[in-house]
């Protein structure tokens, strides 16, 4: 079956870098989506990697590796209002989003 | 100007009765979804429109039936409601879909609480 794993909950400090681990088990694969969720609202896409390596924004950063069906999704310079849901979705051969049920991010002063 | 818009945005009702939500978007996508995100915030395909056709259609129970009078619209429409459709309801658009980078548009989302 169609598979997405990430962690349910991590916590971090304000100005340090956290990593968020994704993988992921698809019938095929055409990418791998990234999106920040803040309580109560709309997800809002972040990133959008299809091939192996790092692609950096700003201070968000995120990798893939096909081979390993891995990717991560990295923050730096934590910041309060970076504290949201990030939901990782695997884009399967028809073209269908399998999404995880999010991670939740959790910044401390 | 909202890209993807969606009303209510809050609804409670009671066991059985009929409802509906709407969306709309104004970004010319060509693609609409509808998403149900439960309490452990997984999100479910429901129902997917390229240009008013409908291409997806997930296991969902037949008293939910969409509607898409044109490509910028797609309502939802709930018939007999029961505890389990209390969720969050998100509309999406994108450009096209059976392409790699489908970036998704969300709406705010339509809480349902059936009571």
């Known amino acids: 079956g169609q598979n997405i794993d990430q962690p349910t909950e991590m916590t971090a400090t304000e100005g340090a870098i956290v990593q968020i681990n994704c993988t992921y088990q698809?019938?095929?694969?055409?990418?791998l989506f990234w999106y920040q969720q803040h309580a109560g609202e709309a997800p809002t896409f972040l990133s959008y990697n299809v091939l192996d390596g790092l692609e950096e924004k700003g201070r968000f950063s995120s990798f893939l590796s096909r081979s390993k069906g891995y990717s991560y999704l990295l923050l730096k310079e934590l910041q309060m209002k970076d504290s949201a849901s990030y939901l990782c979705a695997a884009m399967d051969s028809n073209y269908q989003l399998i999404w995880g049920a999010g991670t939740k991010l959790i910044i401390k002063p | 100007d909202t890209a993807v818009s969606q009303t209510p945005k809050y609804l409670v009702t009671q066991m059985g009765n009929d409802k509906s939500i709407k969306c709309e978007q104004n970004l010319g996508h060509d693609t609409m979804y509808w998403y149900k995100q439960d309490s452990k915030k997984f999100l479910k395909i429901m129902f997917s429109y390229n240009n008013k056709e409908l291409i997806i259609n997930e296991t969902v129970p037949n008293r939910f039936s969409p509607k898409s009078p044109d490509k910028a619209h797609l309502n939802l429409h709930i018939n007999s409601l029961e505890l389990g459709d209390s969720a969050v309801y998100f509309c999406?658009?994108?450009?096209?879909?059976?392409?790699?980078?489908?970036?998704?548009?969300f709406g705010a989302g339509s809480r349902l609480t059936v009571l």
């Open positions: 698809t019938s095929g694969f055409n990418g």
């Open positions: 999406a658009s994108s450009q096209d879909t059976g392409t790699g980078a489908n970036v998704l548009t």
